[in-house]
C-alpha cells in the first residue's frame, strides 16, 4: 500500500482533492487549468487517493518533469528528484536568485510555512504535457502541483526546521 512511508495517511475520494485544489488556487489562470486538467486524468486513469503528510525522505525523492524557472532550467525531460532540483539551485547560487526572482520570493515566503497541499501521484499519471517523457524512478513519488512548497521543504529540511507537508497522492490498487 503506498500509505507505507507517509503520515496519518487516509483515503480520500477525488471529490475532497479537486476541492481543495479549487480553494488553495485560482482555477480561471493558465495554471489552474491546466493543473485541474491534469488532476481530473490522474483521476481518470488511477482513481484512488489518498491524504497524508510527508516526511522529508519522501519529499527530497519526489520526481519533477522538465522544469524552466525563468530563464533556467531545474529539471531534465527525463525527470528530477526535489533533491537534484535543491543542489542544482544551490549551486547556481545568485545567478538563479537572479535570473528567477519570482521563484525566488514564492520559495522564500513557502521557508516559513508551508501551507496548502502537494499533489503527488504514485506513478505516471497521465499521458498529458511531459508525463510520458519522465522515467520513472521506483519508489518516488511524482509532482502534479506544489513545486516551490516542494523546494521551501527541501530548504527546511536542510535548516533542520521541517515539518510535514500536506499532500493528496493518487494511485492505482
Not at 16 to 33: A, I, L, Q
Not at 50 to 76: D, F, Y
Not at 106 to 121: E, Q, V
Request: glycine letters at 6%; hydrophobic letters at 35%.
Amino acid at each position: 500500500m503506498i500509505s507505507k512511508n507517509l503520515i496519518d495517511a487516509k483515503e480520500v475520494p477525488f471529490s475532497k482533492v479537486k476541492k481543495s485544489f479549487e480553494f488553495e488556487n485560482d482555477c480561471e489562470t493558465k495554471h489552474g487549468k491546466l493543473v485541474m486538467e491534469v488532476l481530473e486524468a490522474t483521476n481518470k486513469n488511477l482513481g484512488k487517493w489518498v491524504e497524508a503528510k510527508i516526511p522529508k525522505e519522501v519529499l527530497l525523492n519526489v520526481l519533477i518533469l522538465r522544469h524552466q524557472h525563468g530563464e533556467i532550467e531545474i529539471s531534465s525531460s527525463e525527470g528530477s528528484t526535489i533533491s537534484e532540483v535543491f543542489q542544482r539551485i544551490v549551486k547556481l547560487g545568485e545567478e538563479y536568485k537572479m535570473k528567477c526572482s519570482g521563484c525566488v520570493k514564492i520559495i522564500d515566503k513557502y521557508k516559513k510555512r508551508i501551507t496548502g497541499h502537494l499533489y503527488l501521484s504514485s506513478e505516471k499519471p497521465c499521458d498529458l504535457y511531459g508525463y510520458p517523457k519522465a522515467r520513472y524512478r521506483k519508489g518516488s513519488l511524482i509532482f502534479l502541483d506544489g513545486i516551490h512548497r516542494l523546494l521551501a521543504g527541501a530548504y527546511q529540511i536542510k535548516d533542520s526546521k521541517y515539518k510535514p507537508v500536506k499532500c493528496f497522492i493518487a494511485f492505482r490498487d
